[in-house]
């Protein structure tokens, strides 16, 4: 029986995807190192509620650091089942990468090639990895919507310069090893079990409790907020559609229709009943105004495009809250 290696199969993105597999009959291998950048009783509960979904023997979890390459490497020959990877696993966040650099350039360059290194040492039995890009690689720009073809030489962040590194490296790692790859630059993801450092999250629990939201730019921000069902649906769009060995392709996936972060506000504001205290700050040091994904070419390639409008995205995430936190 096949089977699918997910890395950061507890995080948010993961998690859906993991679900998402088996739901179709796949099995899967997930990796994960339960770091402590958020709660980690939150990654915990997204493992028990796979593991409760999963027929027995289909969902199979180690927690492994992924700069541990040669873990990574001696995971995948000892276990032959693997054929396709998705490598979700990273560092995430743009404000935090100032304040622990090494944290970024250590999951996020070392630990890419580390999959990169594995997937290459098993022989052509990969038939395709995907990996996880971002919108941030397109930096401080408010020209959009934002092509795949456009320039990322200048990015705004140190997050933003790791995962442009993944590119690169997996470009390189493409022509010379023949490995097929696809790469997904994922535009604001947001739902149900999300990340608790998120705009939408840390408005929701501010709202609740009372305490003001911070809108940095002075709420003059546009996000490409994308539904993470709708990423799930892209991601598994492309892996079902390998390109030919030594082939490296690259992919928006967004909602290709930028919001207001005050429309944002307006919203969560209806569905949880609360009024927002509104704090105006300036723009934080690597943070951007706007992001807009051009996403046609995923139409073209995968006949994917989005579904889930912002207002009922967010609704269903109210939803999850409430269930969740009680």
């Known amino acids: ?77 000892d276990h032959p089942e693997i054929d396709r990877v998705v490598h979700l696993g990273a560092q995430a966040g743009v404000r935090w990468s100032i304040e622990a650099p090494f944290a970024y350039t250590a999951a996020n360059v070392t630990g890419h090639l580390s999959v990169l290194e594995a997937v290459r040492r098993t022989d052509g039995r990969i038939r395709h990895m995907v990996y996880a890009s971002t919108s941030s690689v397109y930096g401080a720009r408010t020209d959009g919507p934002f092509r795949e073809t456009d320039r990322v030489d200048r990015p705004a962040s140190l997050y933003a310069a790791t995962k442009l590194a993944d590119e690169a490296m997996s470009a390189a790692y493409a022509h010379l090893y023949a490995l097929p790859l696809t790469g997904l630059r994922f535009f604001t993801v947001y739902g149900p079990w999300g990340r608790p450092d998120m705009a939408y999250w840390l408005f929701t629990e501010a709202m609740l409790a009372g305490r003001p939201i911070r809108l940095f730019n002075h709420g ?10 709708d990423i799930v649906a892209g991601v598994l769009a492309a892996l079902d559609h390998p390109p030919a060995p030594g082939a490296h392709r690259l992919y928006n ?15 969560l504001e209806e569905a949880l009943g609360v009024r927002a205290r509104r ?48």
Not at 286 to 300: K, N
Request: aromatic residues 12%.
């Open 1 to 77: 029986m096949s089977s699918v290696l997910v890395t950061d199969a507890a995080g948010f993105i993961g998690a859906h995807l993991c679900r998402a597999l088996l739901d179709r009959g796949e099995a899967v291998f997930g990796l994960d190192n339960l770091n402590a950048y958020y709660d980690p009783a939150l990654k915990q509960a997204r493992l028990e509620a796979l593991t409760g979904r999963a027929a027995p023997g289909r969902f199979r979890f180690q927690r492994m650091n992924l700069e541990d390459h040669a873990g990574v490497a001696a995971l995948l020959a």
């Open 220 to 229: 003059r921000m546009r996000r490409d907020f994308t539904y993470v069902d």
């Open 253 to 267: 996936i967004g909602n290709n229709r930028p919001e207001e972060l005050l429309d944002l506000v307006a919203i």
């Open 279 to 326: 704090e105006f700050l300036p723009m934080q040091p690597g943070d951007v105004p706007e992001t807009y994904a051009d996403v046609s070419a995923m139409a073209r390639d995968f006949g994917w495009r989005p579904s889930t409008d912002l207002r009922t995205g967010l609704g269903r995430f109210v939803d999850w809250w409430r269930g969740y936190f009680g």
